[in-house]
Nanobody, 121 residues
Framework: QVQLVESGGGLVQAGGSLRLSCAASGRTFSRDIMGWFRQAPGKEREFVASINREPAYADSVKGRFTISRDNAKNTVYLQMNSLKPEDTAVYYC?????????????????WGQGTQVTVSS
């Protein structure tokens, strides 16, 4: 059974940083595309970043966020710098066995439960 467990969320002031972690189990990790989505209250769940061999980012976070993975530890990370209040959301770890670059929630096969990130002004 595939399980994704996020950690590292919290409260931070604008301009600060957080590092999210996602520990995966139950499936071969290295072959799958891993990523992060986020969902703010009243908004659709949106793509943040993904990584296979190369990373991809939403325009809204490019230059501020960095995604990385450690296949030996079955863990994916999201380093978030220069945080803005607009980044406030629940952040979800995502795993896809699709051969394409997943950017829509419907592209995702497995989800974590989410971790709250709150950025104050």
């Amino acid at each position: 059974q595939v399980q994704l467990v996020e950690s590292g969320g919290g409260l931070v002031q604008a301009g600060g940083s957080l590092r999210l972690s996602c520990a995966a189990s139950g499936r071969t990790f290295s072959r799958d595309i891993m990523g992060w989505f986020r969902q703010a209250p009243g908004k659709e769940r949106e793509f943040v970043a993904s990584i296979n061999r190369e990373p991809a980012y939403a325009d809204s976070v490019k230059g501020r966020f960095t995604i990385s993975r450690d296949n030996a530890k079955n863990t994916v990370y999201l380093q978030m710098n220069s945080l803005k209040p607009e980044d406030t959301a629940v952040y979800y770890c995502a795993q896809s066995y699709s051969a394409t670059d997943p950017r829509r929630p419907s592209d995702i096969n497995y989800w974590g439960q989410g971790t709250q990130v709150t950025v104050s002004s």
